[in-house]
């Protein structure tokens, strides 16, 4: 988790469920260590112009080319495995999104989201206004007349990856079973770096 001294100007990480008030810090986390690999090593996909072919070969830059990733850049990374405890809001559910719809109107109409649905909230709609669904979240009441843990959703990165964004000042949130260095043989990285054309060099 950042430190306090790495927040934007906006109070903020920069990171789709982050406090807009900067009073609580969010842990990003994955069901299934593939999606977790590829929610981290997706900002060193080769982007569209160098897939599509349209990026220039003129210039020497610096730094890994597109697609490549140093192997020692692993030695700086950990995968954990822990078990989420308390209700988590699951943003992708039909009444969460008719209860964000309700009680954020006047902010969705003001980002110029002119309705919600689940596409919206997962693809288009603007950074800033996720993170201040987030902040309803965390005031709001869980069925069990708690506060909510935090966050489930879906993955931009695909359907079949179950996201979390825990809420770091919510009691108990969860429970760490072990943490470890990531192997560069792990079949889950493996997986993920054929799946983001990302290759290790």
Request: with cysteine.
């Given at each position: 988790?950042?430190?306090?001294?790495?927040?934007?100007?906006?109070?903020?990480?920069g990171?789709?469920?982050?406090?807009p008030?900067?009073?609580?810090?969010?842990?990003?986390?994955?069901?299934?260590?593939?999606g977790?690999?590829?929610?981290?090593?997706?900002?060193?996909?080769?982007?569209?112009?160098?897939?599509?072919?349209?990026?220039?070969?003129?210039?020497?830059?610096?730094?890994?080319p597109?697609?490549k990733?140093?192997?020692?850049?692993?030695?700086?990374?950990?995968?954990?495995?822990?078990?989420?405890n308390?209700?988590?809001?699951?943003?992708?559910?039909?009444?969460?999104?008719?209860?964000?719809?309700?009680?954020?109107?006047?902010?969705?109409?003001?980002?110029?989201?002119?309705?919600?649905?689940?596409?919206?909230?997962?693809l288009?709609?603007?950074?800033?206004?996720?993170?201040?669904?987030?902040?309803?979240?965390?005031?709001?009441?869980?069925?069990?007349g708690?506060?909510?843990?935090?966050?489930?959703?879906?993955?931009?990165?695909g359907?079949?990856?179950?996201n979390?964004?825990?809420?770091e000042?919510?009691?108990?949130?969860?429970?760490?079973?072990?943490?470890?260095?990531?192997d560069?043989?792990?079949?889950?990285?493996?997986?993920?770096?054929?799946?983001?054309?990302?290759e290790?060099?």
């Amino acid at each position: 988790m950042p430190d306090w001294s790495f927040a934007r100007p906006d109070k903020t990480f920069g990171n789709r469920w982050d406090d807009p008030l900067g009073q609580y810090r969010v842990h990003y986390a994955c069901s299934q260590p593939v999606g977790a690999y590829l929610e981290r090593l997706a900002p060193f996909r080769p982007d569209l112009f160098a897939v599509s072919g349209l990026a220039s070969i003129a210039g020497g830059g610096s730094g890994a080319p597109p697609g490549k990733l140093p192997t020692s850049w692993l030695k700086g990374q950990m995968l954990g495995e822990a078990v989420p405890n308390g209700e988590y809001a699951h943003l992708g559910h039909s009444r969460s999104l008719a209860f964000v719809r309700t009680t954020l109107a006047a902010r969705l109409v003001a980002y110029g989201v002119t309705d919600l649905d689940a596409a919206t909230i997962r693809l288009s709609t603007p950074r800033r206004l996720t993170q201040e669904i987030s902040r309803k979240v965390y005031e709001a009441t869980a069925p069990s007349g708690s506060r909510f843990a935090g966050i489930r959703y879906a993955s931009r990165l695909g359907d079949e990856f179950d996201n979390w964004a825990i809420f770091e000042a919510t009691p108990a949130v969860f429970q760490i079973i072990g943490v470890r260095p990531i192997d560069p043989l792990d079949p889950d990285l493996l997986e993920a770096l054929d799946i983001l054309e990302i290759e290790l060099y």
